[in-house]
């Protein structure tokens, strides 16, 4: 019933999108162009990554077949499209195989599986196809955020970044000046956020065949479900960034004409009495909050427990990316803030679901929520006090988030469970 459910609302969230984008943006929603790629060169996106996540459930033998099957079909498209000279700019010449061997998975599971061997297949290709309707889902929100969203509110969170210090103008100019190594390093890690996410998955769900069944918990429900509700916080508070809103656009070019003033990064800005400004219909307002910090703390707690390199694996993702976000201009301070409660609030909720919401975990679900509640509302209607107060205020907003993080780790720690001692057997002495 639960993955019944999961499915319908699933199918409730990505035809309610096709009709808003096509109603109110005119454009193709996450149906149509998910459709398209069966046939059409791929956009961008996680196709063999989402092969890969099905891969957990098939035998090795399988595993190679299936990996056969979708390099050989895409070897096909791309000849095809080569001999009748089709267009593919914009898009990968790879990935077409990868969604034919899902749905041909998929086909197998109702055609010639029963019993548990055709739900543990269907979980399997529901997840890979899950993460890569995802990325869909998630282009269409940024694309309904930037027209339904004409105002955005960059100077309200602007003003409340100086009680941290302007993190991102610093960031940004640390940044300029190790180019061009450290940029190039910071783009591959920023953009390949997605390719990490399935190698930690991938090794929490390497047993899944042996076992024949999911693991209770893994990244890839965290992962969605950030995804699934950050997008309707950018609707609640939508924001550009600084590179946007105070400087020239991440293409150097445009932007500045919706700028504030070209000040990203050298010179902070102004403090003064922060209103609504428009902004284009293009550019996504997806900064409040930092969903790609969320994600990278996800991934820093779900490596916790795996071997070493992975553990400094996820420690160096995390940091990185938080260096790209403030470094880049993407990211104002505070929206990096409450991104790591987002993450560590939805963390928290889906194993308290696991564990059947115990008196702990719903205490630090409401925690975690209140306190992140409270940064937005102190974002909108604190700002300038924030900045007029910045040796106050600044340590509050990192207390804030500092309580959650010791809530979360103290919690979690209590639900592990605790080996108890072996009592000794006392001997008694034997008679002389």
């Not at 602007?158 to 100086?162: F, G, K, Q």
């Given at each position: 019933m639960f993955w019944v459910t999961a499915g319908v609302a699933a199918l409730g969230v990505l035809i309610a999108l096709e009709i808003v984008a096509r109603r109110y943006c005119g454009q193709?929603?996450?149906?149509t162009n998910q459709a398209r790629e069966v046939i059409l060169a791929p956009k961008p996106?996680?196709?063999?990554?989402g092969m890969a996540l099905m891969l957990v459930v098939l035998t090795w033998r399988q595993r190679f077949i299936a990996v056969a099957a979708a390099i050989g079909i895409d070897a096909v498209f791309v000849l095809v499209r080569w001999a009748v000279g089709a267009r593919t700019s914009g898009s990968h010449p790879f990935g077409n195989g990868a969604l034919w061997v899902m749905l041909g998975c998929a086909f197998i599971a109702v055609t010639r599986r029963t019993g548990q061997e055709r739900v543990l297949l269907l979980k399997g290709v529901g997840l890979g196809l899950l993460l890569v309707t995802g990325r869909k889902i998630g282009d269409t929100w940024l694309l309904?955020?930037?027209r339904t969203r004409p105002m955005v509110l960059d100077q309200y969170v602007?003003?409340?970044?100086?009680a941290l210090g302007n993190p991102s103008w610093l960031a940004g100019r640390i940044v300029g000046a190790?180019?061009?190594?450290?940029?190039?390093l910071l783009h591959l890690v920023y953009g390949q956020l997605a390719v990490a996410a399935v190698v930690v998955a991938l090794y929490q769900l390497r047993d899944v065949?042996?076992?024949?069944?999911?693991?209770?918990?893994?990244?890839v429900r965290t992962f969605l479900v950030i995804g699934l509700l950050g997008p309707g916080i950018y609707m609640l508070f939508p924001m550009v960034g600084p590179v946007f809103a105070y400087g020239p656009g991440a293409s150097?070019?445009?932007?500045v004409q919706w700028a504030v003033a070209d000040l990203w990064p050298h010179t902070p800005p102004p403090i003064h009495t922060p209103h609504p400004m428009p902004y284009d219909e293009i550019t996504p307002r997806n900064c409040m909050p930092s969903l790609h910090t969320a994600w990278a703390t996800a991934i820093f707690l779900h490596t916790r427990k795996g071997p070493r390199f992975l553990r400094f694996a996820g420690a160096f993702w995390l940091i990185a990316t938080l260096t790209a976000t403030l470094g880049f201009g993407y990211h104002y301070g505070a929206d990096l803030v409450a991104g790591v409660v987002f993450a560590l609030t939805i963390e928290a909720a889906l194993r308290s679901f696991d564990r059947g919401w115990d008196r702990a975990g719903l205490r630090l679900v409401a925690h975690g929520t209140t306190v992140f509640a409270a940064l937005l509302l102190a974002y909108r209607y604190l700002p300038v006090e924030m900045a007029g107060q910045p040796w106050l205020s600044g340590p509050l907003l990192l207390l804030a988030m500092a309580s959650v993080i010791h809530g979360f780790i103290r919690t979690t720690r209590s639900w592990e469970p605790r080996l108890a001692p072996v009592r000794q057997r006392?001997?008694?002495p034997e008679p002389v």
């Open positions: 193709p929603g996450p149906i996106g996680p196709l063999y990554g309904i955020t930037s602007a003003a409340a970044d100086h190790t180019d061009p190594i450290g940029p190039l065949a042996a076992e024949r069944r999911f693991p209770r918990h893994h990244l150097g070019t445009g932007g006392e001997t008694q």
